[in-house]
């Protein structure tokens, strides 16, 4: 597994009950989203009523898990976890539904992975707090309605655009949330580190948050890292050059690629002069398959700056040849 893949093992997920931020405002960031949040459940409160359901929207380890559990915290409510993928049937759903306590809160991640006749049952359930429950089959089949409690859907999805309109149209909020600014990761950097007793200076949590590809889960997982690296070969004190040199052994460079982020650029660069070149050749020259380079590599060095996708084939942009000291061919020659 890579040490910069933004889902979550199992290492990850049994230390971070530890390292989330259990309201508001201990959540780093995500200004928009906390304030818009803040109101949606202060008012529900006010009113003494269960609270809208609300959608998140963005990439895995940004803290939509986090918000939800918050959300719950806040209205001093219940949580139930569940996932798209886990929910096969609509029966599933309606056992889960069934089961929920007046003002339980709900969460579904990968919301849009749910099958088609689960997601039919939950428009009825968002919107009347009802579920047909279907006993038998074919002509005999009846539908029982059954009533459920007041409940707030906490759904997530990498894109708000995967969900079909009606689903996407029966939550009351939808909170995008974005990539964390490094002096964002650096907070939350801080905060892990107190929580897991580690020393850390100003400098080495600067040098973590700049290679943690703008996402909290990645900055944990780097920080437990050097944190090995610094009780073992240090003082046990994280500073800047322990951080360099521990993510170096893990080959995270200064901008937080990996080895095969930098496999494919080097490639790009070195073989096909920065490019234009077809997807399969480039994945042939770095030994992969083509699914792993367009979907694990190319994300990242996309929204980075340092490649781009054209119609003729992958292109280096000038920022590649600076991020790996090469320098770009002359064309032409005037
Ligand atoms: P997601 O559900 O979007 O994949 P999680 O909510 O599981 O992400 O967050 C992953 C980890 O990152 C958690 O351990 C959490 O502690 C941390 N984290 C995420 N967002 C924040 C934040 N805004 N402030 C502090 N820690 C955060």
Not at 39 to 61: E, N
Request: charged share 25%; aromatic share 4%; glycine share 10%.
């Amino acid at each position: 597994d890579r040490i910069v893949a933004p889902a979550a093992d199992g290492e990850d997920t049994a230390v971070e009950a530890a390292l989330r931020p259990k309201d508001l405002g201990e959540f780093v960031g995500q200004e928009k989203v906390r304030q818009q949040l803040d109101l949606v459940l202060k008012a529900a409160r006010q009113r003494g009523a269960t609270a809208d359901h609300v959608l998140l929207s963005g990439a895995p380890g940004l803290g939509k898990t986090t918000l939800s559990m918050i959300i719950a915290a806040e209205m001093g409510a219940p949580i139930r976890i569940t996932s798209g993928p886990a929910i096969q049937h609509a029966g599933d759903l309606a056992a889960i539904l069934s089961s929920l306590q007046e003002g339980e809160v709900l969460f579904l991640d990968e919301i849009h992975r749910m099958s088609r006749p689960a997601e039919e049952m939950l428009y009825m359930a968002m919107e009347d707090f009802r579920v047909d429950v279907i006993v038998g089959k074919g002509p005999g089949a009846t539908a029982i309605p059954l009533e459920l409690p007041p409940f707030t859907l906490v759904g997530a999805t990498t894109r708000a655009g995967l969900l079909p309109p009606p689903l996407r149209d029966r939550f009351g909020f939808t909170g995008h949330m974005e990539f964390y600014a490094p002096e964002e990761l650096e907070r939350v950097i801080h905060r892990s580190a107190g929580l897991l007793d580690v020393e850390i200076d100003p400098a080495g949590a600067a040098e973590i948050a700049g290679r943690s590809r703008g996402t909290p889960r990645i900055a944990n997982r780097l920080l437990r890292r050097v944190r090995d690296y610094a009780q073992v070969r240090a003082d046990g004190v994280i500073t800047r050059e322990v951080a360099a040199t521990a993510l170096q052994v893990y080959e995270v460079d200064g901008r937080g690629l990996d080895r095969l982020d930098r496999a494919v650029l080097e490639a790009l660069l070195k073989l096909f002069g920065g490019g234009p070149v077809g997807l399969s050749t480039l994945a042939v020259a770095v030994g992969e398959e083509r699914e792993t380079v367009e979907e694990v590599a190319e994300p990242f060095l996309v929204r980075e700056g340092l490649l781009a996708r054209t119609p003729r084939g992958r292109v280096a942009t000038p920022a590649a040849w600076a991020h790996l000291g090469l320098v770009p061919p002359q064309h032409g020659g005037t």
